[in-house]
């Protein structure tokens, strides 16, 4: 049934179509606007995507970064070292390379998010955080000691492949992907886990089953967001992924206030172009975010940019 | 067989100083129930403390490197990293008493990044020589070789932990501890300045952390703003094992997190000491969660 | 559900030396409006949560329609048509009543993640068929106007509703409510005994309640089972509770001459 129903999904191909507009005006941009533009829609993906399980599911990961790594490995790897396997395969259309790379990479890291996930998600709280921590921890030990993919060095000279399209049509997907999930009576049940588990198991909710799916589809998204990431860096190593590459994508999602779709986007791009402005303040850069992250703390710790009530999606189901 | 013991000898001193870090997760997370990310930079600030106080003492003409002057220096760490533990509760952390765990979670790794960055801009990003602060030599027995700091790191650990068993079990303060971590509401019914306690807890591990800086520094001859991050790890990792709440849990774990680091260092798998101790970690919160030496807690519905 | 209804066999549970729940057998047949009292500490909640699955019985079983609920976890025995609601509130404090209400049909939705991304016509029928039964057991249980406030924010009383009317969503056979009357006043009393009861006969289903005032039980239940000390001491009609030596010597606190039969 055609017609308003399906709204949310023009406005995803609305989204797609601008993408490729930007991509298509964006000779015309400063390559350095380029690139903090580029670096504001991976961040989008990764707090988006991290929304899903620590804001709407309310479980507190500190391992997306390890996500990330994963994806950004394995999509780095694909458009490198096995490109020449890989391109025969599609033909004359190298430039699908990318997509399928990426999509991989997200795959690998779900998968990645699954095998972390099924363990963990049992524990609660600070300790969920802890394990996520330490599974992250343990995925960069890894990538440092696997000489293939360059070990502490990491992978150089990966293409710069990334560009306004992939980028913004990417974290469209994302958004509309999580905003869907939420917006149905079956996606109420993540907001069910997170208030209370007890008695979303006790109304049925297969509450573990809930909790993977978010895990999974997050690290999907960290994944591809890795991809994206190394693709316009050109240039990954393992320390890029570490825990204080997580802690800012969770700042980011509290910042935002958890659970919430627009704010949480406000604070990516908030943050991406903070972090930019502060780079001219050098060495006191880390300084003054810290102090920030501490007095938003004190101040505001529902979130900088947030509304009274969490929307009700009960007189509209769409 | 000597290399055995050899190792043992390291593991022992190295898990010393893991235990004391450990000590003060423990005890914090006994008060106020969330983990202190920023303990393992107090840790760091003791070490520096040493490096600084060593050097102004020597040119005061305080003969250096003479033991006096080297528990001088030890005690004046221990102080000024208790005044910070206690600062830092109380700009940071105490505002936050009745909020999520997540907000001081994040409030916590806040004042860690402000404290190693404040760090490296003070102290300098390069790693720094630790002076000799206690006279050091060299013996060997056999096949053994054993430094006098080695020595030292463990009369300085076990008289400590005694001191803090004879603190926590002995007197009234220590007493009201232990109500506090019981049960922090009951604890303030029958009087108990709880924020006095929580205070004076925050003092106690920070100095404890202030002690395992300096005999890290003394083990592992130079220091950087920040060298807090692996040490506090396996001494939180420690915490968890010997089950987090635990004091002696704490002072075994860091034992076991010691003998596991020196085992692994000595085999090809060295690279992967840190995944190591991370999957001890790792397993114990999944296969008992309560630790080696903790209780299990029933959730109630 | 099957003539059997829900069966409790020597059931017993114990936290490390302590027996909370001693040898309990009892019947609760189809359709039938039974409660559970006792002094406290008795085990009352701790039967529930082991009728629901979130303590597993150290010995006995426990059986539902005939099948065995040993083993399952708390999602799956709702599954089975056991719902319960909870001695301390437990809403979904942050989703509006209505979505508190929606989410409980989890156990009979066609969609999943799949749908809830595609939204095709058979996802938009099913959303507005849900809708629809919401709104319609929001409208029998007088909480329609409220339908968009968090749950949280509600009255007491509202709340205490609200958590019924979700269990009723799953669409049980047998209801476990634990002390619904607690903190309510007499009139609201009177309210929840008609609020049951009508229950019972709308929606014919198996009831057993936990609760501490008589008045409500003895007004109400068809059938009575008596705890004390995870001992169950005693089951009947409510005139014949009422005259138990056993019973009265519990809630008295005083042994009576013969003792307390099990």
């Known amino acids: 049934m055609p017609g308003w129903l399906n709204r949310s999904q ?9 993408a490729g507009v930007a991509q298509f005006l964006s000779n015309r941009l400063d ?19 991290l929304n899903l399980i620590n804001g709407f599911t309310g479980q507190f990961s500190l391992g997306h970064a390890g996500f990330m790594a994963v994806g950004a490995y394995t999509a780095a790897v694909l458009t490198g070292k096995l490109a020449p396997q890989l391109q025969p395969i599609f033909g004359g259309h190298v430039e699908l390379l990318f997509p399928f790379a990426l999509i991989v990479g997200g795959l690998v890291a779900a998968v990645a998010g699954g095998l972390v996930g099924a363990p963990s998600l049992r524990l ?23 000489e293939y993919v360059g070990g502490a060095k990491g992978l150089n000279a990966i293409p710069d492949y990334s560009n306004l399209f992939w980028v913004f049509g990417t974290t469209a997907i994302t958004v509309y992907t999580v905003w869907a999930l939420m917006n149905s009576t079956y996606g109420r049940g993540f907001l069910a886990v997170a208030d209370d588990e007890i008695a979303a198991e006790a109304m049925g909710l297969n509450t573990t089953r809930y909790k993977m799916v978010a895990f999974v589809v997050g690290a999907f998204f960290a994944g591809i967001a890795g991809g994206l990431f190394a693709h316009l860096n050109n240039s990954i190593n393992p320390s890029g992924f570490d825990f204080n590459k997580s802690i800012e994508i969770v700042v980011m999602v509290i910042l935002g206030g958890m659970g919430r779709h627009t704010g949480v986007i406000l604070a990516a791009i908030l943050l991406t172009v903070l972090t930019e402005l502060l780079r001219q303040f050098g060495d006191y850069r880390m300084v003054i975010y810290s102090l920030l992250l501490i007095l938003l703390m004190l101040t505001r710790p529902q979130g900088l940019l947030i509304w009274p009530i969490r929307k009700s999606a009960s007189r509209r189901t769409t | 067989m000597t290399e055995l013991l050899q190792q043992v000898i390291n593991g022992l001193s190295l898990g010393a100083i893991y235990a004391l870090i450990a000590l003060g997760y423990t005890m914090v997370y006994g008060v106020l129930r969330f983990i202190n990310f920023a303990h393992s930079d107090v840790f760091m600030l003791g070490a520096f403390t040493a490096f600084y106080s060593s050097r102004a003492l020597g040119r005061w003409g305080f003969a250096g490197g003479g033991f006096l002057g080297g528990l001088l220096v030890l005690v004046i760490s221990m102080a000024a990293c208790a005044v910070i533990g206690v600062l830092i509760e109380r700009l940071a952390y105490r505002p936050l008493r009745k909020r999520s765990t997540l907000t001081v979670l994040i409030t916590a790794i806040g004042v860690s990044l402000f404290l190693q960055n404040g760090g490296q801009m003070v102290f300098g990003v390069n790693p720094k020589a630790f002076p000799n602060i206690f006279p050091s030599q060299t013996f060997k027995l056999g096949g053994l070789v054993i430094n006098s700091n080695q020595l030292v790191v463990l009369g300085v650990a076990l008289a400590l932990l005694s001191a803090l068993h004879w603190i926590v079990q002995r007197t009234r303060i220590g007493t009201a501890m232990r109500a506090v971590s019981f049960n922090a509401t009951a604890a303030s019914l029958v009087g108990i300045d709880t924020n006095r306690i929580i205070s004076f807890t925050f003092g106690l591990g920070s100095a ?94 | 559900m099957s003539a059997s209804g829900l069966q409790l ?72 048509g056991i719902a319960r609601t909870f001695q301390n509130i437990r809403l979904f404090g942050s989703l509006t009543v209505f979505d508190n209400v929606r989410v409980a ?88 005994m008609k609020l049951i009861q009508f229950i019972q006969e709308r929606y014919k289903l198996a009831i057993l309640l936990v609760e501490h005032d008589m008045k409500v039980v003895m007004g109400i239940c068809q059938r009575i089972h008596v705890l004390e000390y995870g001992r169950k001491i005693a089951e009947g009609t409510p005139a014949q509770i009422r005259e138990n030596p056993a019973v009265i010597a519990a809630y008295l606190g005083y042994e009576p001459e013969n003792g307390p039969t099990v």
């Not at chain 1, 609660?124 to 696997?146: C, M, P, R, S, W």
């Not at chain 2, 995944?275 to 919160?285: E, N, P, Q, R």
């Not at chain 3, 329609?144 to 799953?170: C, F, H, K, M």
Request: zero cysteines.
């Open chain 1, 31 to 49: 390559s350095y606007v380029l690139s903090v533009a580029m670096g504001v829609g991976i961040n989008i993906i990764l707090a988006s995507s």
């Open chain 3, 105 to 192: 049909f989890h156990l009979h939705l066609q969609q999943g993640p799949g749908q809830s991304l595609f939204r095709g016509p058979s996802f938009h029928r099913e959303e507005r068929e849900l809708s629809e039964r919401t709104r319609e057991l929001l409208e029998i249980f007088k909480l329609d106007r409220v339908r968009n406030e968090p749950a949280r924010s509600l009255p007491y009383g509202d709340q205490r509703r609200l958590e019924i009317v979700r269990a009723l969503a799953t669409q049980p056979e047998l209801l476990l409510l634990d002390e619904p009357a607690a903190g309510m006043n007499p009139a609201e009393k009177v309210e929840l």
């Open chain 2, 208 to 301: 404890l952390a202030g002690a395992g800086g300096v005999l890290y520094g003394m083990n592992y001859p130079s220091i950087e703003p920040l060298m807090g991050n692996s040490p506090g790890l396996k001494a939180f990792i420690a915490a968890v094992l010997g089950g987090i709440g635990s004091l002696p849990g704490a002072a075994l774990g860091g034992m076991v997190l010691g003998f596991v680091e020196t085992g692994v260092s000595g085999t090809r798998w060295s690279t992967y000491r840190d995944a190591v101790a991370f999957a001890i970690l790792i397993g114990i919160l999944l296969f008992r969660p309560a630790g080696l030496l903790g209780r299990n807690r029933i959730e109630k519905v």
């Open chain 1, 10 to 18: 023009l406005v995803l191909a609305a989204a797609l179509l601008a």
């Open chain 1, 124 to 146: 609660k709280g600070d300790y969920l955080a802890i394990v996520t921590l330490g599974f992250g921890e343990i995925i960069k030990v890894i990538f440092q000691n696997v």
């Open chain 3, 9 to 80: 066999n020597r059931v017993t549970i114990r936290f490390g030396g302590l027996t909370a729940v001693s040898e309990v057998s009892a019947t609760v047949r189809p359709g039938e409006l039974a409660g559970l009292i006792g002094p406290n500490g008795a085990g009352k909640t701790t039967v529930f949560n082991l009728i629901t699955g979130v303590y597993a019985p150290t010995e006995g079983t426990i059986e539902f329609a005939g099948r065995a609920l040993t083993g399952l976890k708390p999602f799956e025995i709702t599954a089975r």
